[in-house]
């Protein structure tokens, strides 16, 4: 099993940046597969990003493509998501999720979820 904890969420402006974090505990972290997904009100669960243990690359949604940057600390058993250029429809709960597979883009092929945090960008 693995827990999945969000932090970071809050109100902010448009243009605005937030930081999320994701703490990790309960399995080999450096094996996981990290990612963020999003749920804007009233809509599906959508992928934003992920990166995977073996070589650390990256993969992101293209709505948020240089804008969002995911990295993980393996020391420190954490996966970030650094959230520049906020736009109003940006707006949702965001999930931290972990799985040994590759993370895909559906939901509920992903192992592992966190509780969400709120993300609210006002225009």
């Known amino acids: 099993q693995v827990q999945l904890v969000e932090s970071g969420g809050g109100l902010v402006q448009a243009g605005g940046s937030l930081r999320l974090s994701c703490a990790a505990s309960?399995?080999?972290?450096?094996?996981?597969?990290m990612g963020w997904f999003r749920q804007p009100p009233g809509k599906e669960r959508e992928f934003v990003a992920a990166?995977?243990?073996?070589?650390?690359?990256?993969s992101y949604a293209d709505s948020v493509k240089g804008r969002f940057t995911i990295s993980r600390d393996n020391a420190k058993n954490t996966v970030s998501l650094q959230m520049n250029s906020l736009k109003p429809e940006d707006t949702a709960v965001y999930y931290c999720?972990?799985?040994?597979?590759?993370?895909?883009?559906?939901?509920?092929?992903?192992?592992?979820w966190g509780q969400g945090t709120q993300v609210t960008v006002s225009s």
């Open positions: 309960g399995r080999t972290f450096s094996l996981l597969n």
């Open positions: 990166n995977s243990w073996r070589g650390g690359s990256t």
């Open positions: 999720t972990a799985s040994s597979g590759p993370i895909t883009t559906r939901p509920s092929a992903n192992e592992y």
